[in-house]
């Protein structure tokens, strides 16, 4: 995935620009800032879902993409079972096995012939994240997909994505879920977009030791400001 100058504008909202970056395969990569500043749009330029943008934008040749937008769950067909819905996607060695997949995304026996359309909104977002990550993919976007889910839920997927050996992007919130999952963060602020090496931990740990020094520095220079001047002799 690479980017140059890359940019997009709503209107006479500038959300970002003079984008750069390359995301080279197997990278397991957090989307985080504010709301508003650009993770989404982000994420559907490089789906495909956002072509109006400025700059340029390339994938690599044969990449494979898997996508959970922060409305994915709405996209299910109502008038299937859960069996169904995963049933429909599920390819070779993993068909027989169909039962225990559910059962590991925490549908149960009884679950599993529910019709779609019955299921709560955190059961719609777990089957749409059992069935994205059983699409066969090499690059995994995932759009807030904490959303709607319990702790069980967060673990489950935290788990899975774990052992997800293609490109990861996350754009989440949810510290908790990013840590120790992702390992490069980009942070969306101002128009702009912030390279950061390291875990989300690593992240809040550099910004606080930012605002620290930030903060002496203008004590500091408070106080130089305060101190009367020397006299003459």
């Given amino acids: 995935v690479e980017a140059k100058g ?5 209107g006479d909202n500038q959300v970002f620009d003079g984008v750069d970056f390359l995301l080279t395969a197997g990278r397991k990569v957090a989307f985080v800032g504010r709301n508003g500043e650009g993770k989404s749009t982000m994420a559907k330029i490089i789906v495909g879902d956002i072509n109006d943008y400025t700059g340029t934008f390339k994938l690599g040749a044969g990449v494979a993409l898997g996508y959970y937008a922060q409305n994915q769950a709405a996209m299910l067909n109502l008038d299937k079972t859960v069996f169904e819905t ?66 069980n839920s967060k673990d489950i997927l935290k788990n899975a994505l774990l052992q997800y050996t293609g490109t990861l992007i996350v754009v989440s ?31 809040l740990e550099n910004q606080n030791n930012q605002i620290n020094q930030n903060n002496l520095n203008s004590q500091s220079n408070q106080n130089n400001q305060k101190a009367p001047s020397a006299g003459k002799a």
């Fill in 6 to 10: 890359l940019g997009k504008a709503y």
């Fill in 86 to 151: 995963i049933d429909d996607i599920a390819q070779g060695d993993i068909r027989p096995k169909i039962r225990n997949i559910l059962g590991s995304f925490l549908f149960n026996d009884d679950d599993i012939d529910k019709k779609v359309k019955v299921l709560s909104g955190g059961e719609k977002a777990r089957l749409a994240l059992a069935k994205l990550l059983l699409t066969p993919s090499n690059l995994l976007i995932l759009d807030e997909p904490t959303n709607h889910l319990d702790m």
């Fill in 173 to 203: 919130h949810d510290r908790d879920f990013l840590s120790g999952l992702t390992d490069e963060l980009y942070e969306f602020r101002d128009g702009a977009v912030h390279e950061f090496k390291g875990d989300i931990m690593e992240f």
